[in-house]
T-cell receptor, first 112, second 113 residues
Framework: DGGITQSPKYLFRKEGQNVTLSCEQN?????MYWYRQDPGQGLRLIYY???????QKGDIAEGYSVSREKKESFPLTVTSAQKNPTAFYLC???????????FGDGTRLSIL | QQPVQSPQAVILREGEDAVINCSSS?????VHWYRQKHGEAPVFLMI?????EQKGHEKISASFNEKKQQSSLYLTASQLSYSGTYFC??????????????FGQGTILTVHP
């Protein structure tokens, strides 16, 4: 079955530590996205990539980094510079930019 | 700037209708609608691309008034399965935001038996 796989489902970060959230898709989609969702709020775009080896900052990119070396993979690193990382992180993909986005099941990140 | 959704929450009985609105301060290229159930990933409902366009998905339909920079989602004869949080995502016109969606804060819809 085609879909988007995010791992891990739950992640705990210590102070000063970088952590990486995985996002893999087997839908052959060109575009991929990372969103952050805080309780009772909408989705805020962190980074997006329209094609392999290219990505753009979203609205809240500070303290995060990404790479897009393969079409199917778009990992997100939450760096120690992100002072308030506790949130639900959602990865999405679409066939092309501007097409419907399909979401993974999310990773819930908490601070230890 | 994120689009504004109204109302923030709505409670219905099965079979009742509801309208959820999404307004932007910017000219829009498109509006996407998604539904998210508690603890789950958002699920795509529909995209509206042109002014005045109306689309349907089962008993859920939507309109997009390009001139007013607004979209409305219509849920008719609601079912228990319609419960969840509805989000609109907008893409600005003008080309600088190609493929980039900005989401509203969400509308919580609860359907009771």
């Amino acid at each position: 079955d085609g879909g988007i796989t995010q791992s891990p489902k739950y992640l705990f970060r210590k102070e000063g530590q970088n952590v990486t959230l995985s996002c893999e898709q087997n839908l052959n989609h060109d575009a991929m996205y990372w969103y952050r969702q805080d309780p009772g709020q909408g989705l805020r775009l962190i980074y997006y990539s329209q094609i392999v080896n290219d990505f753009q900052k979203g609205d809240i990119a500070e303290g995060y980094s990404v790479s897009r070396e393969k079409k199917e993979s778009f990992p997100l690193t939450v760096t120690s510079a992100q002072k308030n990382p506790t949130a639900f992180y959602l990865c999405a993909s679409s066939m092309r930019p501007r097409q419907p986005q399909h979401f993974g099941d999310g990773t819930r990140l908490s601070i230890l | 700037q994120q689009p504004v959704q109204s109302p923030q929450a709505v409670i219905l009985r099965e079979g009742e209708d509801a309208v959820i609105n999404c307004s932007s301060s910017k000219a829009l290229y498109s509006v996407h609608w998604y539904r998210q159930k508690h603890g789950e990933a958002p699920v795509f409902l529909m995209i509206l691309l042109k002014g005045g366009e109306q689309k349907g998905h089962e008993k859920i339909s939507a309109s997009f008034n390009e001139k007013k920079q607004q979209s409305s989602l219509y849920l008719t004869a609601s079912q228990l399965s319609y419960s969840g949080t509805y989000f609109c995502g907008t893409e600005d016109a003008g080309g600088t935001s190609y493929g980039k969606l900005t989401f509203g804060q969400g509308t919580i819809l609860t359907v009771h038996p």
